[in-house]
């Protein structure tokens, strides 16, 4: 929902900072791979109690999840570097709440399976959309270029990235947290099912 508002403010200096390593060689894929390598980082971190330094590395993981957008603009896009970046997304989006599930496993375990299974449904209705525009050639650039359409929601990244941060922060707060998300996701989830049933019906 946040996405759209809060790209205009971080692109500028992103580009200006995505341009400089990409005239210096520095792709894409490398920044892409590095920013994963801090988020698997964050779930050890989160995993063994050291809950403040998962908070630097998610936030670092972030930086450059935003970052390589802009080298690959500087630069040429490529389906290898879409792919990438989506796909290690999701894959640090469930290895932090299985951290927190590790770290208490008696009062995280079950919120944490709520809050994958919501991500769960979310990502799926996203994606299976994505593939579905890309064979009508639908395109969007509401929350920047992307290589996928990207269909918004009420539960995206920011919202995502904001939970995470406050879960690392206040680690106790971990289940009621976990909760919510999950019934906003599941939300998101069920409206973009309705969004992508009228937009693909014949």
Not at 34 to 62: D, E, Q, S
Request: net charge positive; proline share 4%; aromatic share 14%.
């Amino acid at each position: 929902m946040l996405d759209a508002r809060i790209r205009p403010l971080i692109n500028p200096p992103l580009t200006m900072f995505g341009l400089h390593l990409a005239r210096v060689g520095v792709s894409a894929n490398t920044i892409t791979i590095t920013g994963f390598g801090f988020g698997v980082l964050a779930a050890v971190a989160i995993a063994y109690g050291y809950t403040f330094a998962g908070f630097i590395l998610i936030a670092l993981n972030r930086f450059f999840d935003g970052l390589d957008g802009a080298v690959a603009r500087a630069n040429k896009k490529t389906d290898l570097g879409g792919y990438l970046d989506i796909t290690l997304d999701f894959f640090f989006y469930g290895a932090i709440p299985i951290a927190f599930a590790f770290l208490s496993p008696e009062t995280n375990a079950l919120p944490a399976a709520a809050l994958l299974a919501s991500f769960y449904a979310n990502g799926s209705a996203f994606l299976a959309f994505a593939i579905m525009a890309e064979k009508r050639r639908l395109s969007t650039s509401r929350h920047g270029v992307k290589s996928l359409y990207y269909l918004g929601g009420l539960a995206e990244g920011t919202e995502t990235i904001a939970l995470f941060l406050l879960m690392a922060l206040f680690p106790a707060w971990f289940p009621v947290l976990a909760w919510t998300f999950a019934a906003i996701c599941a939300v998101s989830a069920c409206a973009r099912v309705l969004i992508s049933y009228h937009a693909l019906k014949d």
